[in-house]
Each structure stands twice: as C-alpha cells, then as structure tokens.
C-alpha cells in the first residue's frame, strides 16, 4: 500500500486546518492507520490513531480535545482535523498504518512522504 498526504499549510496559531492520507491499492483495509509528526530537530511523536474497521481512535496528551482523527472507508482516506493550532503544533505531518493495537511507531508501517504544516504566532 502507498499513502500520500496531503492538506499542509502555513496558518496563524488558532486557525485550523484539515490533512488528509489517501491509500492507494486494489484492497485497503488495515486494522489501524495513525497520524504522527516530526518538529525540527526533534524526534518523530505519535498524534493519533483509528482502527479502520469501528473508527476507535486514541490520541496524543498533547492534541486529545483539539485533532480529531476520521476516515472514509470507501475511499480509502484518512483525515486529521486539526483546531485551535498552536505553534508547537508545527511539524511535517506523517500517517501509516499497522496490524496491531498499538501507539509504537515501530509496529507502524507504508510511511507516507509527510506534509508540512507551520503555525505562525
């Protein structure tokens, strides 16, 4: 499977913004698919994550009441809507998926390329 993000932009802090990771393949259906992000000079985090198949999601201490993670099964896209930026918030943006239950980036795979988003101040 290949997964392509898109929807990364510079905003003011306290705007929002909308990613997207679209799938590609002849049968998309893993069970859980997870959004994380890399700030400059720091090490890549977990955001947060969506079984496919019940749209369960979990999220991150830092984004829980403002990211809201959703998919759309029939086209194989996963969303991450994102409130009340923040500067912090600003990262390359990356989603993958996993056959696990897990948050460990390590059992995550199919990487896609990243979209950037800034959070001016």
């Known amino acids: 499977v290949q997964l392509v993000e898109s929807g990364g932009r510079l905003v003011q802090a306290g705007s929002s913004l909308r990613l997207a990771c679209a799938a590609s393949?002849?049968?998309?259906?893993?069970?859980?698919m997870g959004w994380f992000r890399q700030a400059p000079g720091k090490e890549r985090e977990f955001v947060g994550r969506?079984?496919?198949?019940?749209?369960?999601?979990y999220y991150s201490d830092s984004v829980r009441g403002r990211f809201t993670i959703s998919r759309d099964n029939v086209k194989s896209i996963m969303y991450l809507q994102m409130n009340s930026l923040k500067p912090e918030d600003t990262a390359v943006y990356y989603c993958a998926v996993s056959s696990m239950f897990t948050r460990d980036q390590a059992n995550f795979g199919s990487w896609g390329q990243g979209t950037q988003v800034t959070v001016s101040s």
């Open positions: 969506i079984t496919w198949r019940n749209g369960i999601t």
């Open positions: 393949g002849r049968t998309f259906s893993p069970y859980m």
